[in-house]
């Protein structure tokens, strides 16, 4: 037993480290930024060649995660109007074990449903959040440990869309986001709602702390849909926060916050919800303005109200921009998906220039994050379609269907692990793997 806790304590802080490469156990990856260092990747195949495929009991924008030889994943039964709990066998794709953890409403519009965070796993345990509030945990047979609701603790979310915004476990601590308006919307929420940082002992559920995270946006502004970010720069490990017209660093040991800056929103243009999450790389973190407009790169490693000297660099949004996915950090640059223009381009992080931009083929959008391995990048519209390009010239490898007949609204990005991609449409879920 003792040698078993050892293992599973060093497995762990293994984890919480961004080196580690073997398991896909959060949304954005093992190195949070949709990377990893996986080999042996497949650039076509078809769906009739998946290694399996696993029918879902409804659909869900969550990306799969993993660790060993489980993928855990949450899941909506549209009929039935329940939250699911799932947990699928890599190897086979075998449902180990499916769990209802709320009942009755499941969505707040047509554009989604409560089951859109992905959930999160270390060597022991899975944790799922929803829109809803419900904040559950697991071990990996399936016994729940904990569970908890956070809107019964903290007041009804005040959100225009359906909440989704995914958990982030690091260093030891649950972390959840909500970044929400201070005043009811459509009957929801409550006057003077606050919008915050918590962060959650992952063995018991409870608070650890809780900070507030004040902004100067109005109205729609004030929401986000975003996932907090880890990242270490100059030796400091920072929690990345973006929303609300603003971006911000914390101390991921107390929430305090370390630095902010703002804004890319200078009119307070009140509909300017903000969806992509931030992503960090050589010095510089990204920040997506919303609705077309540019993106910017503020330089990392600042104190306090940062002003214009921190920006490295802002976009030319008539090429780059980003309203809904969250960039990619691989092979030292980024990578920016613009789902208005349908192109992706890949970006030097010194000065914001593109070194190559691709024109996406099809007539479905893409809002799915766009994730990366083995010299490859993978990509996924609304319609299920796969796309496969080279990492190193745009070009496009390969474009797979995977979706169904009517697909539409499919928005899980790609996981990568254990040599195989993990695909999520709206109907089932797949292993591809090379043949």
């Given at each position: 037993m003792k040698l078993r806790a050892i293992f599973l304590t060093v497995a762990g802080l293994v984890a919480a480290g961004p080196g580690f490469a073997a398991e896909w156990s959060q949304w954005r990856g093992p190195q949070?930024?949709?990377?990893?260092?996986?080999?042996?990747?497949?650039?076509?195949?078809?769906?009739e060649g998946a290694r399996w495929a696993t029918e879902m009991p409804g659909p869900s924008a969550a990306t799969p995660v993993l660790w060993g030889d489980r993928v855990f994943l949450p899941g909506v039964d549209l009929g039935g109007k329940t939250l699911r709990a799932m947990c699928l066998d890599r190897a086979t794709g075998k449902v180990l074990w499916d769990h209802p953890v709320g009942e009755g409403l499941v969505a707040r519009d047509e554009q989604s449903n409560f089951?859109?965070?992905?959930a999160v796993a270390d060597a022991a345990r899975a944790f799922?959040?929803?829109g809803n509030g419900e904040l559950v945990a697991f071990d990996h047979a399936g016994k729940q440990l904990w569970a908890r609701n956070l809107q019964k603790d903290f007041g009804d979310f005040a959100f225009q869309w359906t909440f989704s915004a995914s958990p982030l476990l690091y260093g030891g601590k649950l972390y959840v986001e909500v970044l929400q308006r201070n005043q009811p919307v459509h009957g929801r929420g409550k006057p003077d709602a606050e919008s915050f940082l918590l962060a959650?002992?992952?063995?018991?559920?409870?608070d650890l702390w809780r900070v507030l995270r004040p902004n100067d946006a109005v109205q729609e502004s004030k929401e986000a849909y975003s996932t907090p970010v880890p990242f270490e720069f100059q030796g400091r490990k920072e929690i990345l926060i973006a929303g609300g017209d603003c971006l911000t660093g914390h101390d991921p040991e107390t929430g305090k916050e370390l630095w902010r800056w703002a804004t890319y929103n200078p009119q307070k243009i009140g509909h300017w919800r903000l969806v992509p999450s931030p992503v960090?790389?050589?010095?510089?973190?990204l920040s997506c303005a919303p609705k077309g407009d540019p993106i910017y790169a503020i330089k990392l490693g600042g104190n306090g109200l940062l002003g214009e000297g921190a920006v490295a660099w802002t976009s030319d949004k008539k090429v780059i921009s980003s309203d809904v996915p969250t960039p990619l950090f691989y092979k030292g640059d980024f990578f920016v998906l613009n789902e208005g223009r349908k192109n992706l381009?890949?970006?030097?992080?010194?000065?914001?220039?593109?070194?190559?931009?691709?024109?996406?083929?099809?007539?479905?959008?893409f809002e799915a994050s766009p994730t990366a391995a083995d010299g490859k990048l993978y990509l996924m519209n609304f319609a299920g379609e796969v796309l496969v390009l080279d990492a190193g010239e745009g070009k496009v490898l390969?474009?797979?269907?995977?979706?169904?007949p009517g697909d539409d609204k499919t928005r899980a990005s790609v996981a990568i692990a254990h040599h195989a991609l993990f695909i999520h449409t709206n109907h089932k879920l797949y292993c591809v793997t090379q043949p």
């Amino acid at each position: 037993m003792k040698l078993r806790a050892i293992f599973l304590t060093v497995a762990g802080l293994v984890a919480a480290g961004p080196g580690f490469a073997a398991e896909w156990s959060q949304w954005r990856g093992p190195q949070f930024n949709g990377a990893a260092d996986e080999t042996g990747l497949p650039a076509t195949w078809t769906k009739e060649g998946a290694r399996w495929a696993t029918e879902m009991p409804g659909p869900s924008a969550a990306t799969p995660v993993l660790w060993g030889d489980r993928v855990f994943l949450p899941g909506v039964d549209l009929g039935g109007k329940t939250l699911r709990a799932m947990c699928l066998d890599r190897a086979t794709g075998k449902v180990l074990w499916d769990h209802p953890v709320g009942e009755g409403l499941v969505a707040r519009d047509e554009q989604s449903n409560f089951a859109s965070p992905s959930a999160v796993a270390d060597a022991a345990r899975a944790f799922y959040f929803y829109g809803n509030g419900e904040l559950v945990a697991f071990d990996h047979a399936g016994k729940q440990l904990w569970a908890r609701n956070l809107q019964k603790d903290f007041g009804d979310f005040a959100f225009q869309w359906t909440f989704s915004a995914s958990p982030l476990l690091y260093g030891g601590k649950l972390y959840v986001e909500v970044l929400q308006r201070n005043q009811p919307v459509h009957g929801r929420g409550k006057p003077d709602a606050e919008s915050f940082l918590l962060a959650v002992d992952p063995a018991t559920g409870k608070d650890l702390w809780r900070v507030l995270r004040p902004n100067d946006a109005v109205q729609e502004s004030k929401e986000a849909y975003s996932t907090p970010v880890p990242f270490e720069f100059q030796g400091r490990k920072e929690i990345l926060i973006a929303g609300g017209d603003c971006l911000t660093g914390h101390d991921p040991e107390t929430g305090k916050e370390l630095w902010r800056w703002a804004t890319y929103n200078p009119q307070k243009i009140g509909h300017w919800r903000l969806v992509p999450s931030p992503v960090a790389g050589a010095g510089v973190v990204l920040s997506c303005a919303p609705k077309g407009d540019p993106i910017y790169a503020i330089k990392l490693g600042g104190n306090g109200l940062l002003g214009e000297g921190a920006v490295a660099w802002t976009s030319d949004k008539k090429v780059i921009s980003s309203d809904v996915p969250t960039p990619l950090f691989y092979k030292g640059d980024f990578f920016v998906l613009n789902e208005g223009r349908k192109n992706l381009s890949r970006i030097d992080p010194a000065t914001g220039q593109p070194k190559w931009t691709t024109t996406l083929p099809g007539r479905a959008k893409f809002e799915a994050s766009p994730t990366a391995a083995d010299g490859k990048l993978y990509l996924m519209n609304f319609a299920g379609e796969v796309l496969v390009l080279d990492a190193g010239e745009g070009k496009v490898l390969g474009n797979m269907a995977m979706g169904e007949p009517g697909d539409d609204k499919t928005r899980a990005s790609v996981a990568i692990a254990h040599h195989a991609l993990f695909i999520h449409t709206n109907h089932k879920l797949y292993c591809v793997t090379q043949p």
